[in-house]
């Protein structure tokens, strides 16, 4: 679904480009219809790995090859001059603690994708053919109404349309602690922030007082929700300040790797044609 400015829109206008009643909700039909169109209203997460995939895949990073090589450039140059294998111990220290922190990362990221998904994971009192019926929030389509009481989870992104002492909270998304009071005015200002479109709700957001309705305008990915879910799943793996300094070390051992074995070299060379 485009990314629309559902605040600034008037609920008939909502009503209309949605095909939707906001007395007798959605058909059968129609469910099934945008269901197609839309797919299951869900965060999608990507194919989970083992523990062992995860340490595993630490591994494939180039740099990461190249201190296993110095590692053992450093442990032939230290045998054969007799200086013990101190250097590929430190470079391998360095390259596990590297991949324990690599796994670390991905498996909080993980987990906060399962906590929004458990946010999202709620039945939900809808109409459809003009009476009242309990879904699983999964089912939920865009058009859809929603009835909201005291105590209940948002399921998707709605657009207000009845509200008696809504209030919502959405401090995992807005950051502000105190519940919001809604409304169902259509608001003129435009890119105003999430804490400030008072006339919709959120998913994975908690109804703390009052009740009211909503039509369905986003579902699934297309949430605020599952717009951070998006990024959680998208973001690439980025370095920590101690993964800095660990690979800064790794490269000042590789370098010092590479000069012992060519100093080992060197000297082997002179000692042959002394020798010769």
Request: neutral net charge; glycine residues 8%; hydrophobic residues 40%.
């Amino acid at each position: 679904m485009e990314n629309k400015q559902w605040f600034q829109q008037e609920i008939k206008e909502i009503e209309k480009q949605l095909e939707t009643n906001t007395e007798n909700g959605l058909n059968n039909e129609q469910v099934i219809a945008k269901r197609e169109k839309y797919g299951l209203n869900q965060l999608k997460a990507t194919k989970k790995k083992t523990l062992l995939q995860r340490f595993i895949d630490q591994f494939k990073d180039f740099s990461i090859i190249i201190l296993i090589i110095a590692a053992i450039v450093s442990g032939i140059v230290g045998i054969a001059e007799g200086e013990g294998i101190t250097d590929t111990i430190i470079i391998l220290i360095v390259v596990i603690v590297n991949a324990i922190i690599g796994v670390t990362q991905e498996a909080r990221a993980e987990k906060s994708l399962e906590a929004l998904q458990k946010l999202t994971d709620h039945a939900s009192k809808v109409i459809r053919n003009g009476q009242i019926t309990v879904v699983p929030a999964k089912e939920l389509v865009p058009g859809d109404i929603v009835i909201l009481d005291t105590g209940d989870y948002i399921p998707a992104d709605l657009r207000i349309i009845d509200a008696v002492n809504l209030k919502a909270q959405e401090a995992s998304l807005t950051g502000e602690s105190v519940p919001v009071e809604k409304t169902t005015e259509k608001i003129e200002k435009e890119d105003i922030g999430l804490g400030d479109r008072v006339n919709m709700l959120f998913s994975s957001s908690l109804v703390t007082y009052g009740r009211g309705k909503g039509i369905v305008v986003e579902t699934g990915m297309t949430t605020q929700v599952g717009k951070i879910a998006g990024m959680i799943n998208n973001t690439e793996k980025q370095e920590t300040p101690l993964q800095q300094k660990l690979n800064k070390l790794g490269k000042t051992l590789r370098y010092s790797s590479n000069c012992n074995m060519c100093i080992y070299f060197l000297n082997w060379s002179n000692t042959r044609k002394r020798t010769n």
